[in-house]
Structures are given as C-alpha cells and as structure tokens.
C-alpha cells in the first residue's frame, strides 16, 4: 500500500481538542482502540491520531513489521471516524517523540494536543528522551494496564509530576490545562498487547 495519504497530518482546526498516540502498532490490537475510545469519552477530545512510527529506540527494530504493514493494520483496527491514522513522524525524520510533539505544535498553531500513554509506558518515561520536556509541552493521560495500576505511579517520572496530577474527574480540563499537567485513567482494562499478538502462530512472521 501507498503511505502517501498518511505522510501528512490529518486535517486539523484552531481549537481542536487531539489526543496524540504514538507507538509502533506492532501489530494494532483492540487495546488500543479501547484506549482511544476512553480516552475519547472522559476527556472530551474531538480527534485521536495514531502516531504509527517508523521505529522505537527502546525497542529492537529486527522484530518490528514494514510501516505500511502496521499502517495498513492500524487502519483496520481503529474503525473510527475521530481516530486518524499518520505517519508523519516518518515523514518529518523524527526519531523522539520530543521532536514530534514540537513539530506538531508548530505546524498545528491553536490545537489543543494531549499524549496519550499506557501506564506500562509510563513506568518507564524517564528512560524517554528529554521526558521532562515532553511533558512541559503538553498535558499527558495516562490509560490503565493490566499489572502496571500501581507500579506506573511510583515511578522516577511519576514521582517528579506528582504535583501536577489532575483528578480522575477533572479529565475534560486535560487538553486546555497548563503543561505540566497529567492525569489517570482507569476503565476496562485490556489484556491484550503486540507482544503476545507477535507471538501467536498466525502471526509469526507478519509482525516480527
């Protein structure tokens, strides 16, 4: 398939409340729809664009699948008008979310962007690059995960934006909140992940 029509944003507005969800999709599963969904609901977001990158640098790039094999995936899976599908951080040459996030708030002036992570994720922030930064740009929600409710909390990132936890309840003031600014999400946790789908028979060899 062509990933010409996903190299470029999606179509965007002033105003605009976007949730950003990044990952390899490798492979996309009903997870992260389930994710998007909530996320969707409880903070009142208008978009979600599946960030679907060309690599992770935490991850090792000899199991990941051609993007347009996880793109072509990814447009299966999400089924839904307000979630989009994109690869501009292939197309802008970005290898760290810092640097997609800048781009994206430069090219997208007035949109009001929230990141959107899994708590198993977010254990880990602070192996991200320039994490602290990340999160000075945009307000985060966290989406619970099976085993990670409360080891994601207690984490070296975790610790350091403790002061700027919102409550459960405020999530519809997330996107137009000051950075730093993040909040938890709890809801129907899902037990599914890439890494197991990559271990299923069907799929050996298709992600991997």
């Not at 810092?98 to 962007?113: A, D, M, N, S």
């Not at 995960?145 to 997330?174: I, K, M, Q, V, Y």
Request: proline residues 9%.
């Amino acid at each position: 398939m062509s990933l010409a029509p996903y190299a470029k944003t999606p179509p965007f507005a002033p105003g605009l409340r976007i949730g950003l969800f990044g990952g390899s999709f490798n492979p996309p599963h009903e997870g992260h729809r389930a994710a998007s969904l909530l996320a969707l609901r409880r903070l009142r977001l208008d978009q979600i664009w599946w960030l679907v990158s060309p690599a992770n640098p935490l991850k090792d790039a000899r199991k990941l699948a051609p993007l347009a094999k996880r793109v072509e995936a990814a447009r299966r899976v999400s089924q839904h008008p307000r979630i989009k599908i994109t690869t501009v951080e292939a197309a802008i040459g970005a290898t760290y979310t810092f640097e997609t996030i800048t781009f994206l708030k430069q090219r997208c002036r007035g949109v009001h962007f929230v990141w959107l992570m899994g708590a198993d994720n977010f254990r880990i922030f602070d192996r991200w690059q320039r994490w602290a930064d990340i999160a000075r740009l945009v307000p985060i929600a966290i989406i619970d995960r099976p085993n990670s409710t409360l080891t994601a909390l207690h984490g070296r990132a975790a610790e350091s934006l403790a002061p700027f936890r919102l409550n459960e309840t405020d999530g519809a003031l997330l996107a137009t909140a000051m950075p730093p600014a993040f909040l938890f999400l709890h809801g129907p946790r899902s037990p599914m992940s890439s890494t197991a789908l990559r271990e299923r028979p069907l799929l050996a060899g298709t992600f991997e």
